[in-house]
């Protein structure tokens, strides 16, 4: 059973940076393709960012440039380093393996 479990959210102010962490057991990050969503108040879940067992790396238009994904094999971790944080960012922040099943999530909020 895959479990998953979202550290590192919090209060940053505009233009801040956060490095969110997502610690898995009962599958390898390296073996799987792994990906960060959000969901907004009021919004539906989306994507973010998703990096493939190969290591390549994509993310949704909003956050481009912005944000970084990656894994940690040994420590069987994946992060998410967001820079340029905006409020439109505010969102709880969940990782998965793109299957069924979601961990308690992160809170992030954008604010001055």
């Known amino acids: 059973q895959v479990q998953l479990v979202e550290s590192g959210g919090g209060l940053v102010q505009p233009g801040g940076s956060l490095r969110l962490s997502c610690a898995v057991s009962?599958?390898?990050?390296?073996?799987?393709?792994m990906a960060w969503h959000r969901q907004a108040p009021g919004k539906q879940r989306e994507l973010v960012a998703r990096?493939?067992?190969?290591?390549?790396?994509d993310y949704a238009d909003s956050v481009k440039g912005r944000f970084a994904i990656s894994r940690d094999n040994a420590k069987n971790t994946v992060y998410l380093q967001m820079h340029s944080l905006k409020p439109e960012d505010t969102a709880v922040y969940y990782c998965?393996?793109?299957?069924?099943?979601w961990g308690q999530g992160t809170q992030v909020t954008v604010s001055s």
């Open positions: 998965n393996d793109l299957k069924p099943g």
């Open positions: 009962g599958i390898r990050v390296s073996l799987n393709t």
């Open positions: 990096i493939t067992r190969g290591g390549s790396t």
